[in-house]
């Protein structure tokens, strides 16, 4: 099918704009299975999405079905720090008839978003940086979303807006910060609510087609995330399909899409000559103990003659989450083995990602206590036909460190965290961390912006990177402002050092991060 495809599902709806804002009939609103996320762990991970069985959802704090009562969702929400995708459509959006002003009571059939974010950070030595220095940025980004649902059914539409920028910086402009004016979603959708009939809650299955550009998030969002942190968003161009829905016992989400360039100063485009496919298996029958998702991810580049060689990497993998029964103790376990060509040279890489926590839920403040081992490979030997670096595809760095320092390759990351909530709007969590690479013969991704310098072959510089201590308070100021306030400080390990002395001529004994983020959304 033409990539063209989803510009076609985009036209065809617009004839029907204007008598859609004359419509007056009240029908149910019915929910296509979207979750309230949360961007990270701390108390709010012990949230569930309960679905009623009109299909409709309200949140609970209780971390499992609602005793006494029939559930009326299989959904069990993983407890694990910084593991949940954003909701879909994202958290920021309502439906009008559902934000309390009477003049949209009618309007069911539209949902709306208004998001503006402000975040300064302050940045002491950033080991990120091609030089030693301090920097201040502050990172401004506004979002905006209209999607259209059930009055053209099963015909749906989405477009979401984002104008993301960066002022005060030292260092130029990178597409991680800056995106001015972009559509980061224009999609069409074919929603069948009942196409594979109800679960045994009583829940739809729908069946749900979408064609276009998309953001969305997946799993712990480490290999497919939209990036809710970064100024800036990860999306994509194709097509997606989806059976079921989050309520369901099962369900089962399948794409192949090319990734959208970002461009600092034009409209941003797809990536012709790259293809980023896969397919994931919820199954929820058993939930209150373990959710079980066993999953595929396939990367397909074309050799552009310059820079870019050719690449076919497949990564099949599962993930479980859950609660050990009549405890409260949690898991979290995946792993994921990768092979297939890669610029030449065979591909065998493989993760494996541990986390167990205990809430104390008699404790007024529920704290939970957390420990965390990733083990993701580095390429073993510079000077053999077999590349060991792990693909990361499309993830979320942030959950490997708090300042963003680190990415899902060659990297071993043991981790202790704790989090709590001694206020219904206050929630507080902190870690320490340690870091070694996986293979110190590899390199080190986000150091010295990348240089040669960032990698030793003869791995004399040794592997230890460094050790962090971070923590973060986030306050629901009013139902419409949130604010954080975060701090990490980083322990440069022997290899950063060795690296720096290298490239710079000189080092320091650690760096310094610190920030204070607001989010005010037009709707609560």
């Given at each position: 099918?033409?990539?063209?495809?989803?510009?076609?599902?985009?036209l065809?709806?617009l004839?029907?704009?204007?008598?859609?804002?004359?419509?007056?009939?009240?029908?149910?609103?019915?929910?296509?299975?979207?979750?309230t996320?949360v961007?990270s762990?701390?108390?709010?991970?012990?949230?569930?999405?309960?679905?009623?069985?009109?299909n409709?959802?309200?949140?609970s704090?209780?971390?499992?079905?609602?005793?006494?009562?029939?559930?009326?969702?299989?959904?069990?929400?993983?407890?694990?720090?910084?593991?949940?995708?954003?909701?879909?459509?994202?958290?920021?959006?309502?439906?009008?008839?559902?934000?309390?002003?009477?003049?949209?009571?009618?309007?069911?059939?539209?949902?709306?978003?208004?998001?503006?974010?402000?975040?300064?950070?302050?940045?002491?030595?950033?080991?990120?940086?091609?030089?030693?220095?301090?920097?201040?940025?502050?990172?401004?980004?506004?979002r905006?979303?209209?999607?259209?649902?059930?009055?053209?059914?099963?015909?749906?539409?989405?477009?979401e807006?984002?104008d993301?920028?960066?002022?005060?910086?030292?260092?130029?402009?990178?597409?991680r910060?800056?995106?001015?004016?972009?559509?980061?979603q224009?999609?069409?959708?074919?929603?069948?609510?009942?196409?594979?009939?109800?679960?045994?809650?009583?829940?739809?299955?729908?069946?749900?087609?979408?064609?276009?550009?998309?953001?969305?998030?997946?799993?712990?969002?480490?290999?497919?995330?939209?990036?809710q942190?970064?100024?800036?968003?990860?999306?994509?161009?194709?097509?997606?399909?989806?059976?079921?829905?989050?309520?369901?016992?099962?369900?089962?989400?399948?794409?192949?899409?090319?990734?959208?360039?970002?461009?600092?100063?034009?409209?941003d485009?797809?990536?012709k000559?790259?293809?980023?496919?896969?397919?994931?298996?919820?199954?929820?029958?058993?939930?209150?103990?373990?959710?079980?998702?066993?999953?595929?991810?396939?990367?397909?580049?074309?050799?552009?003659?310059?820079t870019?060689?050719?690449?076919?990497?497949?990564?099949?993998?599962?993930?479980?989450y859950?609660?050990?029964?009549?405890?409260?103790?949690?898991?979290?376990?995946?792993?994921?083995?990768?092979?297939?060509?890669?610029?030449?040279?065979?591909?065998?890489?493989?993760?494996?990602l541990?986390?167990?926590?205990?809430?104390?839920?008699?404790?007024a403040?529920?704290?939970?206590?957390?420990?965390?081992?990733?083990?993701?490979?580095?390429?073993?030997?510079?000077?053999?036909?077999?590349?060991?670096?792990?693909?990361?595809?499309?993830g979320?760095a942030?959950?490997?460190?708090?300042?963003?320092?680190?990415?899902?390759?060659?990297?071993?990351?043991?981790?202790?965290?704790?989090?709590?909530?001694?206020?219904?709007?206050?929630?507080?969590?902190?870690?320490?961390?340690?870091?070694?690479?996986a293979?110190?013969?590899?390199?080190?991704?986000?150091?010295?912006?990348?240089?040669?310098?960032?990698?030793?072959?003869?791995?004399?510089?040794?592997?230890?990177?460094?050790?962090?201590a971070?923590?973060?308070?986030?306050?629901k100021?009013?139902?419409?402002?949130?604010?954080?306030?975060?701090?990490?400080?980083?322990?440069?390990?022997?290899?950063?050092?060795?690296?720096?002395?290298?490239?710079?001529?000189?080092?320091?004994?650690?760096?310094?991060?610190?920030?204070?983020?607001?989010?005010?959304?037009?709707?609560k």
């Amino acid at each position: 099918m033409k990539h063209r495809t989803w510009i076609w599902l985009y036209l065809i709806t617009l004839p029907s704009l204007t008598n859609m804002v004359h419509a007056k009939e009240t029908l149910p609103d019915n929910q296509n299975g979207q979750t309230t996320a949360v961007d990270s762990g701390s108390a709010a991970s012990k949230e569930v999405i309960i679905q009623t069985a009109a299909n409709q959802q309200t949140e609970s704090t209780k971390p499992t079905f609602i005793a006494g009562n029939a559930p009326s969702s299989f959904y069990q929400r993983a407890r694990s720090y910084s593991t949940h995708p954003e909701s879909d459509p994202p958290r920021y959006v309502r439906t009008l008839s559902k934000t309390g002003i009477d003049a949209f009571k009618n309007l069911y059939w539209l949902d709306v978003g208004l998001d503006y974010r402000v975040r300064y950070e302050h940045r002491h030595n950033d080991i990120r940086r091609s030089r030693i220095t301090t920097d201040d940025p502050v990172l401004l980004r506004t979002r905006a979303y209209l999607g259209i649902k059930e009055i053209l059914d099963p015909l749906r539409f989405v477009v979401e807006f984002e104008d993301a920028r960066r002022y005060n910086g030292k260092f130029p402009k990178d597409n991680r910060d800056w995106n001015e004016f972009e559509l980061i979603q224009t999609y069409g959708e074919l929603y069948f609510k009942d196409a594979l009939g109800r679960d045994d809650l009583g829940n739809y299955r729908p069946v749900r087609i979408r064609g276009g550009r998309m953001a969305w998030e997946t799993l712990d969002r480490r290999l497919l995330g939209s990036n809710q942190w970064r100024n800036t968003t990860n999306n994509f161009e194709g097509f997606r399909v989806t059976l079921g829905q989050e309520s369901n016992d099962w369900e089962f989400d399948a794409w192949g899409v090319q990734p959208v360039i970002r461009l600092i100063d034009k409209f941003d485009r797809r990536d012709k000559g790259q293809w980023f496919y896969g397919a994931i298996g919820h199954f929820r029958q058993w939930s209150k103990i373990i959710t079980i998702q066993p999953y595929y991810m396939g990367l397909i580049q074309d050799d552009d003659g310059g820079t870019r060689v050719k690449r076919e990497i497949h990564s099949p993998a599962i993930r479980a989450y859950g609660v050990v029964p009549n405890t409260e103790v949690d898991f979290d376990l995946g792993a994921i083995y990768q092979f297939g060509r890669d610029g030449g040279q065979k591909k065998s890489a493989h993760a494996y990602l541990l986390e167990f926590g205990y809430t104390f839920q008699q404790a007024a403040w529920k704290p939970r206590v957390s420990a965390f081992y990733g083990y993701v490979s580095g390429d073993r030997d510079p000077n053999d036909r077999t590349n060991n670096r792990f693909e990361r595809f499309f993830g979320f760095a942030r959950p490997w460190s708090a300042d963003d320092y680190i990415i899902m390759e060659n990297i071993q990351a043991p981790k202790i965290k704790v989090e709590f909530q001694p206020h219904p709007d206050l929630q507080i969590d902190g870690g320490y961390n340690g870091f070694w690479l996986a293979s110190k013969t590899d390199r080190f991704n986000n150091l010295l912006n990348g240089s040669g310098n960032n990698r030793d072959r003869s791995g004399n510089s040794g592997s230890f990177i460094g050790h962090s201590a971070d923590i973060r308070a986030r306050y629901k100021l009013t139902p419409h402002i949130s604010t954080t306030l975060g701090y990490s400080h980083w322990f440069n390990g022997g290899f950063i050092k060795n690296q720096q002395l290298a490239e710079l001529g000189e080092t320091t004994a650690g760096t310094d991060f610190f920030y204070v983020e607001v989010a005010i959304s037009a709707f609560k």
